[in-house]
Every structure is written in structure tokens, then in C-alpha cells.
């Protein structure tokens, strides 16, 4: 699955809930162009997790309205806040926004994304490094 955290994390164990963990919270580290274990993962980084069995977790913690995190030219994977949402750059324009993908389990592949939901994770292809401010 390809998730993000749209709280910040106020209790630990987040992952308790989840059975059959094989692998993760693996973020893409979009400077160094290399996926790395962060746990528990960033505010605002998507990343991948991935286990055995279906599941859906809640996760405790304080929801985010928005975040602005750094971004590089390339491929950068993005999170989410706790509210539908969308994004812009500073500076304006490197994100192109054709670029912004999800993974869909089911069908086993990447498809397009038009907003940024709640828990889920984003690739998105950006011309230059700058920040990315996402927000409701």
C-alpha cells in the first residue's frame, strides 16, 4: 500500500494494528534518489507498506490541515493531511500536475490522481527543487 500519515503520531505502536507487516514504512528519499526505513514515517511523505493481509488502521494523533515539505527535481513521493486536498510550490509551477499519481491494490497499478486524499500516498514529477505547500 502506498499511504501517508495525515496526523502527527501522539502515541507509539501505530503499526500494532496492522497484521502481517512484511516490509516498511519505506519512504523515497527524492534527493538522494533512494528509498530509506523511516519509522514511523514523516508528516507529509508518502511511503510504502507493505503486508500480507488486507487491512484499515485509524491512527491517533493530531490532524494535520496543511504542510509544507521539501521537494526535488525528479520524482518526489508526497503525503497527505487530514482533508481532501490539493498543493502549490514555491516556487510557483515545478510540480506538473499531469504527474500526480496514486496506487490503486486492486487493479495492481499506478493511476492518476486529481486530489490528494486523506492516508494516502502520491508520486508526483517536479522540474525543480523547491517546497511543497499542501493544503485543503
Not at 496543511?66 to 510550490?89: C, F, K, Q
Not at 496506487?103 to 499506478?110: E, K, P
Request: with cysteine.
Amino acid at each position: 500500500n502506498l499511504m501517508s500519515l495525515p496526523t502527527a503520531i501522539t502515541i507509539p505502536g501505530w503499526t500494532t494494528g496492522i497484521d502481517g507487516i512484511i516490509a516498511g514504512p519505506l519512504e523515497y528519499d527524492a534527493n538522494a534518489r533512494r528509498y530509506i526505513n523511516e519509522d514511523p514515517p514523516r508528516i507529509g511523505f508518502g511511503f510504502w507498506l507493505f503486508a500480507l493481509n488486507s487491512f484499515t488502521s485509524d491512527i491517533a494523533g493530531i490532524p494535520l490541515t496543511n504542510i509544507s515539505i521539501p521537494v526535488y527535481r525528479g520524482w518526489n513521493l508526497i503525503g497527505s493531511v487530514a482533508d481532501t486536498a490539493t498543493y502549490d510550490t514555491d516556487p510557483p509551477g515545478i510540480a506538473i500536475s499531469s504527474s500526480l499519481f496514486k496506487w490503486d491494490c486492486d487493479a495492481q497499478a499506478f493511476v492518476p490522481a486529481t486530489e490528494i486524499a486523506p492516508g494516502n500516498g502520491y508520486w508526483i514529477f517536479c522540474t525543480s527543487s523547491g517546497v511543497m505547500h499542501i493544503h485543503p
